[in-house]
């Protein structure tokens, strides 16, 4: 299986065409956030899928140590029941 993950060379130089590489910047840099308050729910809810998970950097563009602290954030968060672990969805 790993070994065919060697992509084909005529498909390379067209990979990335479609969307262009804007660079994220990571909110909390801007904000010059030096600790996430995990009782502001409403900047912990925005970095949480409709599920409930932890959105992750890749999409968010927030840097890793703002990561981790969101991450401990959210955690605490859900333990006090402010934000859910599991958002209730449609059976
Ligand atoms: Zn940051």
């Known amino acids: 299986m790993a070994r ?3 992509r084909d060379p005529k498909k390379k130089g067209e990979k990335r065409e479609k969307r262009p ?3 994220k910047k990571c909110k909390f840099c801007l904000d010059r956030v030096t600790h996430i308050d995990y009782k502001d ?3 912990v809810r ?3 899928t409709d599920r409930g998970k ?3 950097r890749r999409i968010t563009g ?3 140590k703002h990561q981790r602290m969101l991450a401990a954030a ?3 968060a859900r333990l006090i029941a402010l934000v ?3 958002r209730e969805y449609y059976r």
Do not use: G, L, N, S
Request: charged letters at 40%; aromatic letters at 8%; a positive charge.
């Open 54 to 56: 932890i959105t992750p």
């Open 62 to 64: 927030t840097c890793a």
């Open 4 to 6: 065919d993950t060697k």
């Open 74 to 76: 959210v955690k605490r």
């Open 46 to 48: 925005r970095f949480m």
């Open 41 to 43: 729910e409403r900047r």
């Open 21 to 23: 590489m804007r660079k």
């Open 84 to 86: 859910p672990y599991v």
